[in-house]
């Protein structure tokens, strides 16, 4: 869904995403986890809570990639990408 992936968390070596909750292994780039939609929060407006109704259904049509890795190297103070 090209969510901005460094908005999302790092813990460890598990990167997650901040808009759909799927779960990425930072050094192989491989899918760890589909997307989820958090439940639905307290208060919403009518409009709103339909989309939690059928939002186990939406997270499961979702398409859901690896993402694309790169070597890095570390010499010294320097830090090498392979594009």
Same mark, same amino acid.
């Given at each position: 869904?090209?969510?901005?992936?460094?908005?999302? #968390?790092?813990?460890?070596?598990?990167?997650?995403?901040?808009?759909?909750?799927?779960?990425f292994?930072?050094? #192989?780039?491989?899918?760890?986890?589909?997307?989820?939609?958090?439940?639905?929060?307290?208060?919403?407006?009518?409009?709103?809570?339909?989309?939690?109704?059928?939002?186990?259904?939406?997270?499961?049509?979702?398409?859901?990639?690896?993402?694309k #890795?790169?070597?890095?190297?570390?010499?010294?103070?320097?830090?090498?990408?392979?594009?």
């Amino acid at each position: 869904m090209n969510a901005p992936c460094e908005m999302g #968390t790092l813990r460890g070596y598990i990167l997650t995403c901040p808009m759909h909750f799927a779960q990425f292994d930072i050094r #192989t780039g491989k899918v760890l986890k589909k997307p989820f939609i958090k439940s639905e929060p307290e208060g919403l407006p009518e409009k709103f809570r339909n989309f939690f109704e059928h939002s186990e259904e939406m997270a499961a049509k979702i398409s859901t990639y690896d993402l694309k #890795t790169f070597t890095v190297r570390v010499e010294g103070g320097d830090i090498f990408l392979m594009l």
